[in-house]
């Protein structure tokens, strides 16, 4: 129960700005039932007394309006005052459908907007570790599919069983005092079709669940087989991956052509029914007419209120079972929701990033796996340059993980300072702001370059974004695409090559111009020429700031001023570059192999 | 794409569907009778209500009311039975042509060559396959049968009312041209807003995969909130887009009930002195008159319907009149059988020798020669190592040799013989293809490992994983090779499947062996497993090896050096070297990282 509450104070929350616009549309569709209801009345009116000469009572508002226009004998000569009338109620109708339409569109719309919003700028700012520990397939399938399950729960099952309750509850009011026998006979069989369809529809449900898995079995099927083609057709395996295809592709077909089956005749048992329950009112209808129950009109207008009731009676079962679908979806969107999102201590600072950095005593696990970093410490002075030797999987990237934040240090696990400033007390958005990374793959956005380039700053020039190009020789690059700086990057434009988006990556962080800078391999796709300018020209850019470079390339990092060679998560040696490649340690050897010649000799004793 | 959309086909393109739809023309025409027959009841119905009020009503009378509840209920059984037919047909035709549909389009798949998977994403081809055909089914079955009934019904009533007042049927009807009209004036901007939509949905989609899969960047970059602001405009658009869209909708639907308004005051207008006479056939004129306006709106969902499903038609037409590049001429399909269905009898032993013989070769969508009178002879057993940057055009001989592109000019020998003078599987049930990312179907690895040999047995089985190292890894699995390996083999490590794929082309036999070497970081022992299989793999046969590591590289009998999409040095490891070319800077490079790893394990 109390989960339930909750479910509903979600999309309560998600509602925000549109629940007018829902009791708009929610009162509109009351407009337009009641505006249904008026018709019958009119041609009641018109058989009965205008047309033909039996006295029904009217209530003495009625007999007003009827008297204005002149009594019942001239609106018989003058039947186009009736039809006047339907025209009008008309105009009310369709007038209100419109809004209905506009509101109810304009609400759910805005409810969608509110959740995709939401969650997008939630995400946004959950902590990185909650990125790494959910899948990316599975979230993106909340933020589509399963917001389009509550909109159209809101939107449409919601609003259609508010619409035919309002229409019941009007049908019935206005067909009891015309005849209560009849209404009751009328009524009778309808909960025998609603409970029909609802049963039905909530088994179902079940067979579209298999009709859905066995279609994602074969869509599987057509995706593997296509990128694997090169495997397929190297084995020659074309006649098996065709068997295979159309054995599940009669399976599937199978599965639909069966359920097919069983809704064909769900649909025909409720046409009977309903059919039955319509001549039910008529010959019951006539019976009483005849008997002098019920006027003509009266008849008449009764199997039209009848009329109304047939289709939405038999929706409603469906939208019940339907229903229950969205109570999923939203705990499948509350689970983002509820993950809670990165925050600063209450009294968090910001210092100055100039300072010293220092590593003192850090120890790290990521969740559920070995202690990737031992007892790390070691500091580098503000404004000079470290340089980080490593092998696959020493540990190095972790270390500049930490350091901007992208995950925090337990509580005992050491600590990381800058400036003197533990960085546990340093607003996050500040220090990453003042943090520039470049990873080894990195990631471009779908737009331009120069958007690219630009998208740390939004005051930016075109003139600086040149000069960020320039610096990191991407300027070439970039003239010799089709459109220059405008060039859209990714899926709908041009594929960059490893080492294109890494200097791009490296244009993008120098228009931040921090003090700290930290270069991740990030020039690993990078041929040794290009790397050299690179490097020169960032020396120049970035005196007053306190660069890391992370290479396992002696070359890339041998001017630091200081150098850690990291493995296994420890630190094995550290210093410079000239002391370190007469250390006898690991530089040392590496160095040799490096820098050293080609010969035969050395490529063995170092590789194999 | 829209330049492609933009030579349409006639009569939207249904033509091209119809050779799918003979096969089940006795159930479409069941379909069609029984649609006829639903529709028919439909018209019924309002008859009958006519006859209880003109006889039982204004005649006061019951005498026939048995033989009226018998009729009644006859026609209410009679429309469900019809309606289950219909409905169970049309679902059956819809789901039947889809599958025709995709295996056609799956199987011709089969055959193209590989320009067209070169030219043409996975993901797009996919929604070939699976997307467009569904479309398709749907309108052919229900979009027909609706049609059958709704039109059937309008021109029912239409003759029903005729019969009974001509008069004021043409009043009524007249309604009819003029909605028509209006429609097909909105028509065109509700196809246009609902296009617009869906392309902003699809964007919003993709600011979701970015804005997660980014988010390491993002968050580095400290850009959330500007990718928030960003995201948002994108949701303002949707919004405004979709409530343009309602405004249109809503003014379609207001029209249509207004219409059906106006066709009931009209038969009260100038129908009503009708009821003073017949109270029964007044009141069938209001039904129809109102049910009148459903077909017209059929008519307009149908229209448009027809206009989306055109493009999927074309897609899907275009697939199939796709050629492969790549084929067997009749003459050899004669002989040794075609992709689908071998005549292995025929087949002679492949010995795996194969010769370059002025072979110049342009990519077909290429504008360039990647090769020009490029001679070389590998004769069997020979292993030979291509080398160069990722995305210089490494894979140019290998797709060569392997048939998967023919030489645009000169010829390719196998065993002496022009290729294409014996068929393309001959060829590829010789050729085992290891790949760089290996690629393992879902399903057992028992199952992926007879994937290049269904007749291997166990014995066969054993001792491939055994030459590969690969038995230690099956071991250590609880249900052996009877494990699940997962949809594209995700349940293993990237250096197990590296070796259950090694596993999978020796099970193969195959006489030639082309190798994509991973460049993908594996442990240091799986990288020596890998090694040693790989030695183990290419011992005795004819071996192609796009290689990254260093000893392949030493080893190799010769090696190709590709720069920019063609072979700029070739010779073995030293004499390379010693030329100091791009051999030996790319070596140098390439050697670094191998070093350091080297050193630090």
Partial sequence: ?608 | MDKNDKHTLPFFGIGKILPYMKKYRIIITAMIICGLGGSLTDILFPIYQRYALNHFVGDMTLDTLPFFIGIYVVTVVFAGIVNYISCFHAMKIEVSINRDLRNAAFSHLQTLSFSYYNQNSVGYIHSRVMSDTARIGTLVSWRMMDGVWHLSYLAGSIIVMFAVNPKLTVLVVLIVPFLILLFALFQKRLIRVNRQIRDINSTITGNFNEGITGAKTIKTLVIEDKMSRHFIKDTDNMLTKSVHGAHLRGLFASTMHFASSCALAIVLWRGGYIAESEVGTFSMFMSYAQGMMEPVRWLVDCISDLITTQVNIERFSRLMETESDVTDSPEVIEKYGDNFNPKKDNWEEIKGDIEFVDVSFMYPDGDEYVLTNFNLKIPFGMNIAIVGETGAGKSTLVNLICRFFEPTLGQILIDGRDARERSQLWLHSAIGYVLQSPHLFSGTIRENLLYGNPYATDEDICEALKLVSADEVIAKLEKGLDSDVGEGGELLSTGEKQLISFARAIIAKPKIIILDEATASVDTITEQRIQSAIDTIIKGRTSIVIAHRLSTIQNADLILVVRDGKIVEQGKHDELLAKKGYYNSLYTHQYEDEAINSVFS
């Fill in chain 1, 1 to 608: 129960m109390e989960n339930k509450a909750k479910k509903r104070n979600i999309i309560w929350e998600f509602l925000h700005g549109c629940r007018a616009m829902f009791l708009l549309s929610i009162f509109s569709a009351g407009i337009m039932a009641l505006a249904d209801m008026i018709n019958p009345q009119i041609i009641r009116m018109a058989v009965d007394n205008v047309i033909g000469e039996s006295s029904s009572e009217y209530s003495a508002s009625v007999m007003k309006i009827v008297n204005y226009f002149g009594g019942f004998e001239y609106l018989h000569r003058n039947l186009w005052i009736m039809a006047l009338a339907v025209i009008i109620v008309a105009v009310i109708k369709v007038a209100f459908e419109y809004i209905f339409r506009v509101s109810n569109t304009k609400a759910s719309e805005t409810l969608v907007k509110n959740m995709r919003d939401s969650l997008f700028k939630h995400i946004e700012h959950l902590p990185f570790s909650w990125h790494m520990n959910n899948r990316t397939g599975d979230i993106i399938q909340r933020c589509t599919s399963d917001i389009d399950t509550v909109k159209n729960f809101v939107s449409e099952q919601l609003t259609s069983v508010i619409r035919i309750i309002i229409l019941l509850v009007m049908a019935v009011s206005f067909m009891l005092p015309m005849d209560i026998l009849l209404t009751v006979i009328a009524f009778a069989p309808m909960p025998v079709i609603i409970t029909y369809s609802f049963m039905f529809h909530k088994r179902i449900g079940k067979g579209f669940i298999k009709c859905d898995e066995s279609e994602g079995v074969l869509s599987a099927m057509a995706q593997e087989n296509l990128t694997g083609v090169r495997v397929v057709r190297s084995f020659g395996r074309e006649r098996y991956e065709k068997d295979r295809f159309e054995k599940h592709n009669e399976e599937y077909t199978g599965l639909w052509v069966s359920l097919g089956k069983i809704m064909s005749r769900f649909w025909s048992t409720s046409d009977i029914l309903s059919g039955i329950q319509v001549m039910l009112v008529v010959i019951f209808g006539a019976f009483f007419c005849i008997r002098g129950r019920m006027s003509t009109g009266e008849y008449i207008a009764f199997i039209s209120y009848n009329a109304m009731l047939v289709w939405p009676i038999r929706q409603l079962g469906r939208m019940i079972s339907e229903m229950s679908k969205a109570g999923v979806s939203v705990s499948r969107i509350r689970y983002i929701m509820d993950s809670e999102v990165e925050s600063d201590k209450p009294d968090a600072v910001k210092p100055p990033m100039n300072g010293d950095i220092v590593f003192d005593n850090v120890n790290f696990a990521y969740e559920n796996c070995p202690q990737v970093l031992h007892d790390i410490s070691f500091s580098m002075k503000g404004g000079t340059t470290l340089g980080i030797l490593g092998g696959t999987g020493s540990g190095k990237s972790t270390l500049m993980l930490l350091l901007d934040k992208l995950y925090d240090l337990k509580e005992g696990c050491g600590k990381i300072t800058i400036g003197g400033v533990d960085i546990a007390d340093i607003q996050s958005d500040y220090l990453r702001s003042n943090i520039g990374m470049v990873l080894q793959e990195p990631y471009l956005f779908s737009r331009t370059i120069a958007e690219n380039i630009g998208i740390t700053r939004t005051d930016i020039t075109l003139s600086e974004i040149r000069e960020a190009a320039r610096t990191a020789c991407m300027e070439d690059t970039i003239a010799d695409f089709g459109k220059g700086y405008e060039t859209f990057v990714g899926e709908r434009g041009v594929t960059l090559s490893g080492g294109q988006k890494q200097r791009t990556a490296i244009a993008r962080i120098l228009t931040q111009n921090t003090p700290i800078m930290i270069f991740d391999d990030s020039l690993s796709a990078v041929d040794t020429e290009t790397d050299e300018k690179i490097r020169t020209a960032l020396e120049k850019h970035f005196r007053n700031s306190s660069v890391i470079l992370i290479s396992h390339r002696i070359t890339t990092i041998s001017k630091a001023d200081k150098i850690i060679v990291l493995d296994k998560g420890r630190i094995a040696e550290q210093g410079t570059h000239e002391e370190l490649k007469k250390a006898g340690g690991i530089y040392q050897k590496i160095y040799e192999i490096q820098s050293g010649n080609n010969s035969d000799n050395t490529i063995r004793e170092g590789v194999v």
